[in-house]
């Protein structure tokens, strides 16, 4: 009989369900971890969601308090071709691999997704002299269904992008998918293939590296032992393996800021716009997303990891990302901005996908460097991850036959399916046809049926992610409350508990914390 894996929190008592709260190593039991994963962004998910068909022991650990919180929220939600990868790397093949295999992941794991294709678009002489190297890059990287256009070709395609376009490349696999959801569904079918997943622990020390078994121990003073450790910590990667003195690496965070327009801007634009991409930065793009809106971005400004203002957006940043993405779009400048966002990605100075097994210790993994190509790359990825443990760690991997690998049918994200449709499902639960975020019609039920998942989301954010309620027009102006009350109501939490992303984050104040005792007294 397959076997559940256990999901906890470190969290504070009052804010959730005692039975989900972190507070005793023995909760884990007595036998070490065949491998523990620190970092539950879309590689770590990825690779649990891979493991979990072999008859191991494994952790999923993660500092926030939902996967996919860090540098996998905050994307343009490409999954690239691959085809101006850098010719001849691990980042390409890896790329190249996963973009056959997504359409059917997708179906697998209810992840929404869409091949929309992509148009490079040569503005100027000079660009236009580059569309041979871009194309003949392409081919070399197995990428051999893109086509040169001649600037007719190209307005025909696209009517509304600039009377400027000298030609441009036809990429028709390019494709766009729900980021949100990929993180989701690799950790629920980890979850229900025996994984434990742990959210909202920091590891703060690595006892016994060389030894067989190692401990990890959190910043709440639990002590977690394992055989193998994983460092997929993205930003955080560089401190965790400082604690076991792994192989010299520097990381930064590299901030890409983006714009998000109405969903009435959607209909202009039917491909991904790239402009011709250079030796540091594919740069600024305009992407129809799958969520019906468009985006424009990314900037790239390095930061160093103290810089408390990374994660911000600045006026001036978002003035040029207009002025850049209009190029390629002239009327962008006249759709309604509704959000703006900035994804934190993690560079390192020694290379993209650097990765080394047996880092300095037998037993230990460290992966850095893994950029804007994790999204489309995370299940190819963790399948080369797996191997590397198993030929150069030697993990030993017995297949297990109980294991599942996708999601039922109703796991679809209601925003993509909408249960209101439905009359016959809507009078079985009348949740269904109570509308709470208008913006983006979200139910009640929709936010309910989230709350129930097997990763039991208990934040505003990480139900944003789920169901959209908050991401449309009025950004949760009028149905912030409303979600939290849900919240509340239906984990039995008090209203001045429940946070935007956890502990910290709290969205309003006890109605007593202002009065003296006196008047506390008078109330009750």
């Not at 502990?503 to 008078?522: C, F, M, R």
Request: hydrophobic share 35%; aromatic share 6%; with cysteine.
């Amino acid at each position: 009989m397959r076997k559940y894996g256990k999901l906890l929190y470190n969290w504070s008592d009052g804010n959730i369900e005692e039975s989900l709260i972190f507070n005793d190593d023995a909760q884990l039991g007595d036998i070490p971890y065949d491998v523990a994963i620190v970092g539950a962004g879309v590689v770590g998910s990825a690779l649990a969601y891979k493991l979990s068909k072999y008859k191991l022991k494994i952790l999923l650990l993660d500092k926030n308090y939902d996967v996919g919180e860090g540098t996998s929220k905050g994307n343009s939600a490409i999954i690239h071709t691959g085809f101006d990868a850098p010719v001849d790397t691990l980042e390409s093949e890896l790329v190249t691999k996963a973009s056959m295999e997504w359409p059917e992941l997708a179906k697998k794991l209810k992840i929404p997704f869409e091949v929309c294709g992509a148009l490079v678009v040569a503005i100027d002489e000079e660009q236009e002299k580059q569309l041979e190297k871009v194309y003949a890059k392409g081919l070399k990287n197995g990428v051999t269904d893109i086509k040169i256009l001649s600037s007719e070709e190209a307005k025909k395609l696209e009517p509304n992008i600039t009377d400027d376009v000298l030609g441009g490349i036809l990429i028709p696999r390019e494709s766009i998918a729900d980021p949100f959801a990929t993180s989701i569904a690799f950790s629920e079918v980890s979850l229900s293939n025996g994984v434990d997943i742990i959210l909202g622990v920091e590891i703060t020390a690595v006892e016994n590296p060389d030894e067989k078994t190692k401990t990890l121990v959190t910043d709440c003073g639990n002590r977690i032992t394992t055989k193998i450790i994983v460092n997929v910590g993205g930003l955080g990667s560089e401190k965790l393996a400082k604690l076991y003195n792994g192989e010299q690496f520097d990381t930064n965070p590299r901030r890409g800021q983006f714009l998000i327009f109405d969903k009435f801007s959607r209909p202009a634009i039917n491909h991904i716009l790239l402009p011709i991409p250079t030796v540091t930065t594919k740069g600024v793009l305009v992407v129809p997303t799958i969520f019906g809106n468009l985006i424009a971005g990314p900037t790239a400004e390095d930061y160093s990891h103290d810089n408390k203002l990374v994660a911000d957006t600045t006026t001036e940043q978002l003035q040029l990302l207009l002025e850049g993405a209009s190029k390629l779009y002239p009327k962008l400048k006249e759709q309604p901005v509704i959000s703006i966002f900035s994804g934190v990605r993690s560079n390192c100075s020694q290379g993209s996908y650097w990765i080394r097994c047996n880092d300095n210790h037998p037993g230990i993994l460290t992966v850095a460097g893994i950029r804007s190509t994790g999204f489309t790359s995370s299940p190819s990825l963790a399948q080369h991850l797996i191997d590397e443990l198993h030929d150069k760690i030697g993990l030993n991997l017995e297949v297990n036959h109980e294991a599942i690998d996708s999601r039922s049918e109703d796991k679809w994200p209601g925003w993509w399916k909408r249960r209101y449709d439905d009359e016959k499902f809507v009078k079985e639960n009348p949740e269904y046809g109570k509308v709470v975020c208008y913006c983006e019609q979200i139910t009640r039920g929709d936010v309910i049926q989230h709350l129930d998942s097997p990763l039991k989301p208990r934040t505003l954010d990480s139900i944003k992610r789920r169901t959209r309620a908050q991401m449309g027009r009025c950004q949760g102006f009028d149905c912030m409350v409303n979600i939290a009350e849900i919240i509340s109501d239906h984990c039995e939490v008090p209203l001045d508990k429940i946070s935007k992303r956890g502990p910290g984050s709290e969205i309003a104040q006890s109605l007593t914390s202002n009065y003296s005792d006196e008047a506390k007294n008078e109330l009750n």
